[in-house]
C-alpha cells in the first residue's frame, strides 16, 4: 500500500520569507502523480500544485514550487516570500494508476507578521 | 470558490440516526470521489464514482452507502450512526476518473454525531 509522510507536523515563518514542508512517499510504481493541497482554517481543500512523475522538471505555480527527488521518493513544498494568507494546514497527496488520492498525516503552517 | 457544492454545511444528529449528505460537482466533471476528515485517521477514501457508477471504493463501512444520480449530483447515506462518525464529509469532482486529473473539493460537511 502507498504510503504517504510528512515528519513536521507544525512548522512556522516569518512574514516574507521561505520554508519549506517536507513530504515522502513509499511506492513501487513508475508513473504517478503528487500534489499539494491547502487547508486554511475555511477547510476547503484547495490545490496548491502538482508534479508528474515522470517529468523531470519540478513544477512551479507563482510563489510556489516543489523539489522532486524520484530515487529519493521526496517530494518538498517551498514557500516563497510567505504571506499572512498562507496559514493553513498543507497536505502532501499521492495517486498511481488504479488507485485513488492518499494523504500525509498534514503540515499546520504558521506565518508570524 | 471551487465549483463543488456540498449540503448542508453543518449536521448534529444523534447516535442510531441517519443522514444524508449531498453533492454537486463542477460543471463538466464526471468523477465524484468521498472523503472523511478525523481527527486521528486524517483524510480517508471513502467511494469514487464516474458517471454514475461506482469506480473505486475505500475504507467506508458497510452502514455508509453511496450514488451517483444521472444528473452526476451524488449523495452519501450514512447510517445506524456512532460517537465515531463525527468528521468532516468532503466530496471533490474530477474531470476525469485517471491520476492526473486534480481533485476539486467542496467545503465540506460537518456532521456531529451525539
Known amino acids: 500500500a502507498q504510503t504517504v509522510t510528512q515528519s513536521q507536523p507544525e512548522m512556522s515563518v516569518q512574514e516574507a520569507e521561505t520554508v519549506t514542508l517536507s513530504c515522502t512517499y513509499d511506492t513501487s510504481e513508475s508513473d504517478y502523480y503528487l500534489f499539494w493541497y491547502k487547508q486554511p482554517p475555511s477547510r476547503q481543500m484547495i490545490l496548491v500544485i502538482r508534479?508528474?512523475?515522470?517529468?523531470?522538471q519540478n513544477a512551479t505555480e507563482n510563489r510556489f514550487s516543489v523539489n522532486f527527488q524520484k530515487a529519493a521518493k521526496s517530494f518538498s513544498l517551498k514557500i516563497s516570500d510567505s504571506q499572512l494568507g498562507d496559514a493553513a494546514m498543507y497536505f502532501c497527496?499521492?495517486?498511481?494508476?488504479?488507485?485513488?488520492?492518499?494523504f500525509g498525516g498534514g503540515t499546520r503552517l504558521m506565518v508570524k507578521p | 470558490d471551487s465549483g463543488v457544492t456540498q449540503t448542508p454545511k453543518h449536521l448534529i444528529t444523534a447516535t442510531g440516526q441517519r443522514v444524508t449528505l449531498r453533492c454537486s460537482p463542477r460543471s463538466g466533471d464526471l468523477s465524484v470521489y468521498w472523503y472523511q476528515q478525523s481527527l486521528d485517521q486524517g483524510l480517508q477514501f471513502l467511494i469514487q464514482?464516474?458517471?454514475?457508477?461506482?469506480?473505486a471504493k475505500g475504507n467506508i463501512l458497510e452502514r455508509f452507502s453511496a450514488q451517483q444520480f444521472p444528473d452526476l449530483h451524488s449523495e452519501l447515506n450514512l447510517s445506524s450512526l456512532e460517537l465515531g462518525d463525527s468528521a468532516l464529509y468532503f466530496c471533490a469532482s474530477s474531470v476525469g476518473g485517471g491520476m492526473g486529473s486534480p481533485l476539486h473539493f467542496g467545503n465540506g460537511t460537518r456532521l456531529t454525531v451525539t
Open positions: 508534479q508528474e512523475a515522470y517529468k523531470q
Open positions: 464514482y464516474y458517471n454514475g457508477e461506482e469506480r
Open positions: 497527496a499521492y495517486r498511481s494508476p488504479g488507485n485513488m488520492l492518499t
